[in-house]
C-alpha cells in the first residue's frame, strides 16, 4: 500500500509500538469505544466533583454557623433586659464578622473603662 508520494505506507494494529527516526512511539487506538469510555469516564469524574462541592459547600456552611449553640446555650443561663431587633442583629452581625473572641474582648474592654 503506498500514499499519494508513492512512499509505502506503514499500517500497524492499535496498540503496536514502531521506531521512527530512532524514536519508540506508541500506536495509538482510533476506536470509537475508547473515546466513549473517555466520555463516560469523565462524566462520573465530573458527577464526583459536584458532589464534592456539593460537601465542600456544605462544611464550610456548618463551620460559619459552629458557634450558635454554644451562644444560645450562654443566652439562656443568663438574663437579658429589653432589646430591640436592630441592637439584636448588630451583636450578631459583630459575632460574624469578628468572631466571638473579638466581640467578648471589645466588650470586656466597654466593662472595663465603666461602660454599660
Known amino acids: 500500500m503506498s500514499d499519494r508520494t508513492g512512499k509505502r ?3 500497524l494494529e492499535p496498540g503496536a509500538r514502531t521506531t521512527l527516526t530512532g524514536r519508540t512511539h506508541d500506536v495509538m ?3 470509537g469505544s475508547d473515546l466513549s ?18 460537601r465542600e459547600k456544605e462544611a464550610e ?3 460559619r454557623d459552629a ?7 450562654a443566652l439562656e443561663k443568663i438574663k437579658i433586659g429589653e432589646m ?9 452581625a ?6 466571638g473572641a473579638g466581640v467578648a474582648a471589645a466588650l ?6 465603666g461602660g454599660s
Open 29 to 31: 487506538a482510533r476506536k
Open 94 to 99: 459583630a459575632i460574624a464578622k469578628h468572631g
Open 37 to 54: 469510555a473517555i466520555k463516560a469516564e469523565r462524566t462520573k469524574v465530573e458527577a464526583a466533583l459536584e458532589e464534592l462541592k456539593r
Open 9 to 11: 505506507a506503514i499500517q
Open 61 to 63: 456552611e456548618a463551620l
Open 84 to 92: 430591640g431587633r436592630a441592637d439584636a442583629k448588630s451583636i450578631a
Open 67 to 73: 458557634g450558635r449553640p454554644t451562644l444560645l446555650t
Open 108 to 113: 470586656i474592654g466597654i466593662a472595663a473603662s
